[in-house]
């Protein structure tokens, strides 16, 4: 539902995430919808303290699964382990938003990028999700999903 944010490939999703978010509450505001107490799931590659204060912050429930091997003691391993668990089955979930970008994948100029222009790899972007929405609807019209 937000807005998507492209960067070079060079730069973690992790520092893109603000921008996300701060885009999903502003689509949210504009659509009038009422996002407060919903679920937000991430990978583990964006489990940190600041990360659940910024989506804590904004009334949402952060549903993050947490590093295993993460540089920091026992008890904090295993206390962000206890805060998780009883959102393992939401966070399962998760699968077809992977599916989602695996059809992504399936497009040769998403999964490198050749543009320099932002404006032309977000155009390659909405074609591919237009053909991936296209491809589902014909197959659920036909019965096969």
Known sequence: MAPLVVRPVNQHDNVLLPESFFGLLEAADLLDIDITGSYLTLDS?????????????????????????????????????????????????????????????????????????????????????SMINLRWCIGKRQGKL
């Open 45 to 129: 590659g964006f489990d940190s303290e600041a990360n659940r204060v910024m989506i804590q912050g904004q009334g949402l429930i952060p549903v993050i699964k947490p590093i295993r091997h993460a540089r920091q003691s026992e008890e904090r391993r295993e206390e962000r382990r206890e805060q998780f668990e009883p959102y393992r089955d939401i966070y399962k979930s998760r699968v077809s938003i992977e599916r989602s970008f695996g059809w992504e994948d399936v497009y040769r100029k998403l999964v490198i990028r050749y543009e320099r222009l932002q404006a032309i790899h977000m155009g390659f972007k909405y074609l591919a999700y």
